[in-house]
């Protein structure tokens, strides 16, 4: 069937839609809607979420600096139904060996990284109380829909986005229960779909929004939610660690966060732009569990989630135009993510507000589907920009130097920015984009993992089982291939077949036929949603585009 043949869409019409109900899309309709009633007037705001329900799709930490909800809620602490119960009390920072953790003075750390004032708790819970203060002021929010293709005009300008069809058969064909997607129509579209979206990274390339800017970089962030004896569980207890069992070269580190309820996260991030293709983060983090101070913590508790996310690493330099003629990108489609930090919600908050407070001034004065310069031209000097400046030269350095000189210049040019305002490097780039990193497979050695105990450390397969991962059976696969010779040829011959291991949930693999041929097998089923192979695929061959609406993870608490 083409697209002539297929029956119109149904369409609806707001002043605002906003594509993804995390922190900064949330905030945006928060704070539109303020604005609207402090000036008496009107904005109609739209949501749409592809989860199955807020915060379905959401993983993180998480540790959340309150400046953002502050600004947007001062008076959050009065509310009975907030979430923020577990105050940070305690930091560790640890520099690990293979059999040791040694711990680090928290004096010698930038003000800039305590975690003093925030709050460990479940990002996706966040999301669901915002949702809540949102819809009581009048949102809409449409859990379960994709937003799978941006809406123009015959002059280019973005005019809002439609949701994907349903019902689809996976070779194309329209099913008996098929169901055209809707048109959203809007005077202004945010687009706040977290790190590596689908539509932000056609926007991107559309518009030419990335130009001038350094690449951007990227993490996978893996994570498991844990509730462990009493007698181990300290609230309010947050270790950060970098060192083993990454080498010196790889960037990334660990996090264990103590929650309420006996709960503690546990994760770990490996950033992208690491070179031996027979790396496994997925295989790293359980390796990192079976450390002699961290096992222990584990052993008779009860692993009660599972998920992974890519974070958007570059910063500063990698940030790009964030307006387009009709719309805004906001949060981590931004690149708002503070590395040394692993936070970013607070300055997706602060985003969010931002674009809201340029929308809402230029929907006064009868504007639409224009550029709001406003919000791409001061966000440098906002609270998101001094918060990113700081730390600019953190990443670079440790991609440039690896661990040891990269962690400790990366310090000191923190302690610099913070105490003088200045950087003895100045502003360093990103060279280039994380797939181009990749060796290889000739070039390193392959690395043995030490098989799952399943007391602390477990297989892919067990874990999706934990995100709650579900996807209709008979639909297109949303995991395209471009160019599967290519795949054979370049993946497989010369780099050894790096998505079977770099994927966190089992999607990709190459499987041996009884005449000797491989074939890649993907099981989109699996897929959690974390866009890694989009970004990490050597020959950017697999493009990541969105499911069915409600397809993917369904995280509870993560």
């Known amino acids: 069937m083409t697209s002539s043949d297929l029956p119109e869409r149904e369409s609806m019409e707001f002043d605002v839609v906003i594509v993804g109900a995390g922190p900064s899309g949330l905030a945006a309709a928060i704070r539109l809607k303020q604005v609207a009633a402090a000036s008496g ?32 809620l001062p008076d959050w602490q009065i509310d009975d139904d907030h979430p923020f119960t577990t105050p940070v009390r305690e930091d560790r920072f640890c ?70 069809d349903m019902g689809v058969h996976k070779d194309g064909t329209p099913g008996p229960n098929y169901q055209r997607g809707m048109a959203l129509y809007a005077k202004y579209t945010l687009i706040g779909e977290g790190a590596r979206g689908s539509l932000a990274k056609t926007l991107i390339d559309r518009f030419g929004l990335a130009e001038g800017r350094a690449p951007q970089k990227f993490g ?51 950033h992208l732009d690491y070179a031996n293709p027979y790396l496994s983060p997925f295989e790293e983090f359980q390796r990192f569990k079976q450390h002699p101070s961290v096992r222990d913590l584990f052993v008779g508790g009860r692993r009660i989630a599972y998920g992974a996310r890519a974070l958007t690493e570059g910063g500063w330099q990698s940030v ?26 607070h300055n997706a908050v602060h985003s969010g507000i931002a674009a809201a407070e340029a ?65 003895l490097f100045g502003t360093l780039t990103h060279r280039k984009a994380d797939a181009a990193c990749l060796k290889p497979a000739a070039a390193c050695k392959p690395i043995t993992y030490p098989h799952a105990d399943g ?17 209709e059976e008979d639909q297109p696969v949303h995991l395209r291939l471009v160019d599967s010779d290519l795949q054979r040829r370049s993946e497989l011959g010369v780099y050894a077949g790096p998505s079977a291991r770099y994927c966190p949930a089992g999607v990709y693999e190459w499987v041996k036929e009884a005449d000797g041929e491989n074939r890649y097998v993907i099981n989109a089923q699996n ?32």
């Open 320 to 345: 790009p135009k964030l307006i387009f003629p009709g719309g805004a990108l906001i949060g981590c489609s931004a690149g708002f993510m503070n590395v040394p930090r692993i936070k970013g919600s």
């Open 95 to 164: 520099f690990m060996t293979a059999r040791h953790a040694w711990r680090l003075p928290s004096f010698g750390f930038p003000r800039l990284m305590s975690n003093h004032g925030a709050q460990a708790v479940s990002l996706g819970n966040v999301c669901r109380w915002l949702a809540a203060k949102a819809e009581a002021l009048g949102v809409e929010i449409y859990p379960g829909f994709a937003a799978a293709e941006v809406l123009y005009d015959d002059a280019g300008q973005v005019i809002g986005v439609a949701t994907g």
């Open 455 to 471: 007391v602390v450390s477990f297989d892919r397969l067990s874990s999706v089982f934990l995100s709650n991962t579900n996807h």
């Open 359 to 423: 929308v809402a001034a230029a929907l006064a004065v009868g504007r639409a589907h224009d550029e709001v310069s406003g919000y791409d031209n001061r966000w440098r000097a906002s609270a998101i920009g001094r918060d990113l400046f700081k730390v600019r030269n953190v990443k670079p350095l440790w991609s440039r130097l690896g661990l040891y000189f990269g962690v400790v210049l990366g310090g000191l040019d923190m302690w610099t920015n913070e105490l003088f305002g200045f950087s």
């Open 220 to 270: 996978l962030g893996i994570k498991e939610l844990w509730e462990v004896e009493p007698g181990k569980h300290v609230p309010g207890r947050v270790s950060h660690s970098f060192g083993w069992p990454l080498d010196w070269r790889t960037g990334g580190g660990s996090f264990i966060y103590h929650l309420d309820g006996n709960q503690v996260a546990v994760g770990f991030v490996v």
């Open 41 to 72: 007037s009107e904005i109609s705001v739209v949501v749409l979420e592809k989860g199955s329900e807020v915060g379905a799709h959401i993983m993180s930490g998480a540790i959340v600096d309150m400046s953002g909800l502050e600004a947007l």
């Open 527 to 558: 897929c959690v949603h974390c866009k890694t192979c989009d970004i990490k695929d050597p020959n950017g061959n697999i493009q990541w585009t969105v499911p069915e609406g409600s397809g993917g993870p369904n995280y509870p608490n993560m």
